[in-house]
């Protein structure tokens, strides 16, 4: 799951980094770093997420290769 997508499922549940941060169990400065790109988003990250939200490990999985195949489609286009 990329940041910016990470953001959107914050603001998808109406909540603060701050908020989002304390459901999860991280720091806010961590859901700040993952968002704006500064940091990777850990394997327990993504687990406490998963398990507070209880979203499938697949949707990561899922959003990962759209952004992947998003990425090819776009430069190709421009290679075009």
Aim: charged share 30%; aromatic share 6%; glycine share 6%.
């Amino acid at each position: 799951m990329t940041g910016e997508q990470l953001r959107d499922l914050r603001l998808a549940l109406s909540m603060s980094q701050r908020k989002f941060a304390e459901m999860v169990g991280v720091g806010d400065t961590t859901i700040a770093r993952i968002e704006n790109g500064t940091q990777e988003m850990s394997l327990m990250t993504r687990a406490k997420i998963v398990r507070k939200i209880q979203l499938d490990e697949g949707l990561f999985i899922f959003a990962d290769k759209s952004r992947k195949l998003n990425e090819f489609i776009h430069n190709y286009t421009i290679s075009r």
